[in-house]
């Protein structure tokens, strides 16, 4: 029963969600629907969680063929990359269900929709499968920002569409081109995810592929430059759905790179890096330096979570251990710390009707715990030792550091830039003295405060007691950094300079 | 080497627990009825006196063992592990950091104890404990950490409760404010140390990142980046301690409760850079140029804080002044590579600042949150344990022999001229001029001479026992501390420096008995004339001066802050701003309007042809089809 749970935890939120497009059903019914299958497959993954062996493969491995004369098969399977990305997926997704006010149907069953999506993009070990859910799931995005999303959804719903489509027919282009390839160089169809690694790419067809794949992640990351859809399309859609998009969506995209970027295209991915690494560290200052000018604290938390995205993003390129384990680390640590805010976010722009920062005031006074809650997520976002942000964002820096002096430098001013936007919205928000708005702010209830608090409460334990956490990633993160077999077998000793040449002329 | 001692953990556990505990009581509690301040109280001062009792264990556990052989440790997890990198959360008790222990959880116990008096009545009470047990907590992280990382997590933590205490009455937005500059500019240090933590990491950390592994590896380390790793983490230090060019935080940061200036801004935390140059002797005593430019930012420190502790009339910003000065000295000390010099100075001057804060406090709340000393006077009648407990605390920060501060400032004086740093020298002396002079100024305006408002001096009185007696305690350290390390000259044998041996890497300079008494002369001359210009010119009553020329430019802090908001945060706005109302929509959207509008362009093109008669489709139709077939013939042939 067990070896088929990742196909559930895909499947169930999906075909429910389906159901409830297709139902009747009132919206009460729906938002229950939605907790009650959020909530089964949080047990599951929990499951999934205690049974998982960090041996660093891929495990819980499902495997069905699926268009023989392609080699596309239906294959499913997690590690110590993907299984935390899922994880924070199912463990905050249940949130959205217990606060705000019920909306309609639709909302709750497209919610249901991106959750299995999602979760299939992450499991997916075959490229065909992974671009298929990863088509999947920004449709119900689309709908959620265009149906109920802020009054200026419609601009911002055009230029995410835009951004996405260009995105995946690149990706499309390029999975293709990996095909093809595989099949070119090895005389047999596939479309396996670790197969690919084998693959020997060189040449300006590879860099162009290369770059098709980057780009497509890049949009979702947000990467700079292609990060201009975010402010608009998190401003304006639905608490939930910004949520979901900066939880756990953006992190597939950085995802997609470990995944996808980095084995298959060792070599440009080692020419390039520095590159990418300059864009991740210039988008994390430009978005957080954008951030402290803005007035509505949702845009300002957008342009937050951008820069934070930029710093993830930078641990991937840096090429070592460190800090590629520190970015997965803080993909969760950024999940709980940001995703949440942005919850906080929501629930403060329905009981204020505002997302004005200077139209509130003297939060805290009024709701001691939602103060309380709202400081421990801004602390982790800012990095502050003792909460889940600081353990990846130290790894990061300490590796950029080994990768480039000037990146690990420039990456160490996160520490600052973080501090400032956030310190002076929370002031003008939660200290001060309380404004008409703000004077009959209702604390959280009982029911609310119960349900942040185990993931407040992961937000500490995380940064206390990392180690059992790490430990089921690093396996993973060691294997990347692991030179494949056959590479070294083919390798002339100690001329790793030539790298490239030697397989060239093979 | 070292003895494992599980205790060890426990020490900054109770007071964290306690934070945690209080913490929760106040949250559940306030909104409802508010729970009778005794209870609060007597929670708040568990955590910190079973904190004090376990260093006392810490210290005779230590006494009992050779003096080489002075180690304790306890790691209580493993903290992360990936690759190379691997830290534990570990503890080390050592000579060094069972000292610092020993006077942070004293003094700290001592406040907790006088804060029930002080902030009786306040509608905050618990959350005020809440916040000062999570600091003592930090602070205990920040001086039994094993390494850096450990350091960190507590220097971090102190940082926190720094900003949340100074914001404490966060209903004045300039609170709020000075809460915002100190968690900032504190960011900006942290960065440095960050930073020099990971080139020290990728030197030799490797082989175990604990002080007790750096040191036996230190000598792998290349000279230049032993040289990056100074410099960077002192950034670090310079931000904590409050330091040119970071100490603008510190004056800012008397907007929080009296008791929170003297525990955090006075006592503990901003001596916690001293303390980590200390902690990593061995490393600065193999970079003599890091040692000199920490020497050199110290001194001048202490210089430019003593101008401005001359001019200030809230008698708060005095005493931040003061320990900006009297922290640029410690800097001195370690810089010259006299590291137990500089410790024993954060040793005594914990004991003196924190009396002078909490007797500061005293007279505040018995004029009713008067801070202007030019609205005082004439106290001494009225309020006489205070009086006495602030002339020992004075006199002791003044350098008065022998008085606690008169050995401890010495011995740092006296280093600097051993070594050769004859500058730094007679800077430090004629700061020590100047300490006298803006100290006694203080206590003649305040105690001294006719009172100056009438009203507010009818109704003061010395404060509640559970307020003097905490001064009493701290008046008798202020006086005695200095004999625990008095020199040979005095028939002493440096007890302190001996104790301190195992944990810091140090040579004592020897420069003669000759330079010795130069030394104290020299001090000791600086504080009469100090003391004596101070009473002549205030010592029977003034009236409040009308500064010009240099003094009024001393009195603005030579318009720092307003340097640093034209210079650093406006320009940081100002290009937040530009990125997101100029370079957003003009430069990186830009492209993604113009696909959309490119595909409006090639719509309203099309739509030319799309006229809707089918004659005109026919036509299409004719015009394809022909075209088609002279193409199709064309290629037949």
New interface residues.
């Given amino acids: 029963m067990f070896e088929h749970v990742l196909s559930v935890i895909i499947f169930l939120p999906i075909l429910a969600g389906l159901i409830l497009l297709a139902s009747p059903a009132s919206r009460t019914i729906a938002r229950f629907t939605g907790l009650v299958i959020s909530l089964a497959t949080l047990v599951l993954s929990l499951e999934l969680y205690l049974r998982f062996e960090a041996t660093g493969h891929l495990e819980f491995v499902e495997h069905i063929s699926w268009i023989k004369s392609l080699g596309v098969s239906y294959s499913l399977g997690v590690d110590g990359i993907s299984l935390f990305i899922l994880m924070a997926g199912s463990v905050l997704l249940p949130l959205v269900y217990f606060v705000f006010g019920t909306k309609e149907k639709g909302y709750y069953a497209n919610l249901l929709i991106v959750q299995g999506a999602m979760a299939g993009a992450i499991c997916a070990a075959d490229m065909i499968l992974f671009y298929i859910f990863w088509e999947v799931m920004l449709l119900p995005v689309f709908f959620m920002l265009g149906l109920y999303g802020g009054p200026r959804r419609l601009p911002a719903t055009l230029k995410i569409t835009l951004y996405t489509i260009a995105g995946s027919l690149l990706m499309l282009a390029a999975i293709v081109y990996l095909g093809v390839s595989y099949h070119a160089q090895f005389n047999e169809w596939s479309f396996a995810m670790e197969k690919m690694a084998h693959l020997n790419l060189t040449g300006r067809v590879a860099a162009v592929a290369f770059f098709a794949f980057m780009i497509a992640f890049a949009v979702k990351i947000p990467l700079f430059p292609f990060h201009t859809w975010l402010p608009d399309a998190y401003t304006e859609a639905p608490a939930a759905t910004t949520f979901v998009l900066s939880a756990v969506m953006a992190k597939i995209g950085v995802y997609g790179v470990i995944r996808f970027v980095v084995p298959v295209f060792d070599l440009e991915f080692a020419r390039f890096a520095i590159l990418l690494a300059y864009l991740g560290v210039i988008g994390m200052m430009y978005c957080g330096l954008a951030a402290i000018t803005q007035k509505d604290f949702k845009r300002m938390l957008a342009f937050s979570s951008a820069s934070h995205m930029g710093v993830i993003a930078l641990g991937v390129f840096c090429m070592n251990i460190q800090a590629l384990t520190g970015s997965i680390y803080q993909i969760v640590a950024h999940a709980t710390s940001t995703g949440v805010l942005f919850l906080f976010a929501g629930i403060l722009e329905e009981r204020t009707n505002t997302r004005t920062i200077d139209d509130l005031g003297g939060i805290a006074a009024k709701a001691p715990v939602f103060a309380l809650y709202f400081a421990i997520a801004m602390l982790a976002s800012v990095g502050l030792p003792g909460t889940s942000g600081f353990i990846g964002e130290f790894m990061i820096v300490l590796g950029a550091i080994k990768f480039n002096t000037a990146i690990g430098v420039l990456a160490g001013t996160t520490l600052i830039i973080g501090v400032c936007y956030m310190l002076w919205m929370f002031q003008r928000v939660f200290f001060e003295k309380t404004s008409s708005r703000s004077e009959h702010f209702k604390e959280l209830s009982f029911t609310e405060g119960l349900v942040f608090l185990p993931v407040i409460l992961l937000i500490i334990v995380m940064g206390i007691y990392p180690h059992p956490f790490l430990s089921k990633i690093t396996p993973s993160t060691a294997l990347q950094f692991a030179p494949p077999a056959s590479v070294v077998a083919q390798m002339p000793a100690a001329n790793a300079q030539n790298y490239g040449l030697t397989i060239e002329q093979k | 080497m070292e003895q494992c001692a599980n205790y060890l953990g426990l020490i900054p556990l109770f007071p964290l627990l306690g934070a945690v505990f209080i ?1 929760l009581l ?2 559940f509690t ?2 409802r009825t508010a729970l009778p301040e005794k209870v609060y109280g007597i929670l708040a001062c568990v955590g910190p006196v079973l904190a004090f009792v376990l260093a006392l264990k810490v210290f005779v556990a230590l006494k009992g063992l050779a003096p080489e052989a002075r180690f304790l440790s306890y790691k209580a ?7 190379e ?1 691997h830290i534990d ?1 570990g503890f080390l008790a050592d000579p060094l950091s069972c000292l610092m222990l020993l006077f942070v959880t004293f003094i700290g116990s001592l406040i907790h104890i006088y804060s029930i008096g002080y902030m009786g009545g306040d509608k905050n009470y618990g959350k005020f404990f809440a916040y000062m047990n999570l600091f003592l907590g930090s602070m205990l992280v920040l001086v039994l950490g094993n390494g850096p ?1 450990v350091m ?2 507590g ?3 102190v940082g ?1 409760c720094s ?1 949340l205490l100074i ?1 404490f009455y ?4 300039s609170n ?2 000075a ?2 500059k100190a ?2 500019v504190n ?2 240090g ?2 440095g140390f ?2 020099g ?3 020290l ?2 030197g030799i950390g490797a082989h175990g990142f604990d002080y007790l592994s750096l040191k036996a590896n230190v000598h792998h380390l290349e000279p230049a980046v032993a040289l990056t790793v100074c410099l960077l983490l002192f950034v670090g230090a310079t931000g904590k301690s409050a330091q040119i060019p970071l100490y603008v935080w510190l004056p800012d940061a008397m907007a929080g409760p009296t008791p929170v200036s003297a525990l955090i801004h006075a006592a503990t935390m901003v001596t916690a850079g001293v303390y980590m140059v200390a902690r990593f002797s061995f490393l600065y005593a193999g970079v003599e140029l890091a040692g000199n430019i920490v020497a050199w930012i110290g001194i001048l420190t202490a210089l430019l804080a003593a101008i401005f502790g001359m001019f200030q009339e809230d008698i708060k910003k005095v005493l931040a002044y003061s320990t900006v000065s009297q922290l640029g000295y410690m800097f001195a000390g370690v810089g010259v590579a006299a590291y137990s010099a500089g410790i024993f100075h954060v040793f005594t001057h914990a004991f003196f600042k924190a009396l002078l804060f909490l007797g500061a406090g005293s007279v505040i709340y018995a004029l009713h949150h008067e801070q202007n000393i030019w609205k005082m006077g004439g106290l001494k009648k009225k309020m006489p344990k205070t009086y006495i407990t602030m002339v020992i605390g004075a006199l002791a920060l003044a350098g008065c022999p022998p008085f606690s501060g008169f050995f401890s400032k010495d011995e740092i004086l006296y280093s600097a001229l051993a070594t050769g740093h004859f500058g730094i020298w007679a800077i430090g002396v004629l700061v020590a001029g100047m300490t006298a002079y803006y100290t006694f100024r203080m206590i003649f305006v305040v105690f001294h001479g006719e009172p100056r408002d009438h009203h507010a001096y009818e109704h003061a009185t010395d404060a509640p026992s559970v307020m003097t007696v905490p001064l009493i305690i701290l008046a008798i350290g202020a006086l005695c501390a200095g004999l625990l390390n008095l020199p040979g000259i005095f028939g002493g044998d440096q007890v302190v420096s001996h104790w301190l041996a195992p944990s810091l890497t140090e040579h004592h300079p020897h420069g003669g008995v000759f330079l010795e008494i130069l030394a104290i002369a020299a001090s000791v001359v600086a504080f009469v004339i100090g003391i004596k210009i101070a009473y002549t010119k205030f010592g029977h009553g003034a009236q409040e001066p009308f500064f010009s020329g240099f003094a009024d430019f001393a009195y603005h802090k030579f318009y720092v802050d307003e340097l640093y908001d034209r210079i650093i945060v406006q320009p ?2 100002a ?3 530009s ?3 100029v370079i ?1 929509p003009n430069v ?2 830009a492209p ?1 309007k113009g ?2 509008r490119l595909y409006m362009v090639l719509g309203t093109a099309f739509k030319v042809f799309q006229v809707g008669y089918v004659r005109v489709y026919a036509l299409y139709m004719v015009l394809g089809l022909g075209i088609m077939s002279l193409l199709l013939s064309q290629s037949l042939n």
């Fill in positions: 913490g106040h949250v306030c909104k997890f493993t903290w992360f592990s990936v690759g990198l959360m990382v960190f997590v220097w971090e933590g926190l900003y914001s966060s209903e004045d937005r709020v404010l809460g915002n968690f900032i960011r900006v942290d960065l960050v930073l933590m990971s080139f990491f990728w940081y706005k290009i937040g701003s990125i997101w109302k957003e990186t959207d993604v696909v959309s």
